[in-house]
Nanobody, 126 residues
């Protein structure tokens, strides 16, 4: 049973930085996509950044490219999201999620592909 626990959210000033962490447990499968999604009040959940556990390939939303960096520590089954130059539009609940991919699959930011979700951590930029 896969469990994801996010941490690192909080309140930050415009232009500030935060680092989110997501610790996965029960994740014995070696090929998976793990990433970050966010949902602001009244808006749909959207992909922020995803990383492939096997290849290290990353995918970013256009709105965060150049500002956010996703990374992973496979040994610790932990994924990080370094967020710089934060803007009010980044305010949202941030969720970590995992998609167990097939051998020939590639990782994308399709919300429906991700089966396992954390409880979320709030990021507020003002």
């Amino acid at each position: 049973h896969v469990q994801l626990v996010e941490s690192g959210g909080g309140s930050v000033q415009i232009g500030g930085s935060l680092t989110l962490a997501c610790a996965a447990s029960g994740l014995t499968y070696t090929l998976y996509c793990i990433g970050w999604f966010r949902q602001a009040p009244g808006k749909e959940r959207e992909g922020v950044a995803v990383i492939d556990s096997g290849t290290g390939r990353t995918v970013y939303a256009d709105s965060v490219k150049g500002r956010f960096t996703i990374s992973q520590d496979n040994g610790k089954k932990t994924v990080y999201l370094q967020m710089n130059s934060l803007e009010p539009e980044d305010t949202a609940m941030y969720y970590c999620a995992v998609h167990l991919r097939g051998l020939r699959d590639t990782c994308a930011q399709s919300v429906g592909d991700f089966r396992y979700w954390g409880q979320g951590t709030q990021v507020t930029v003002s």
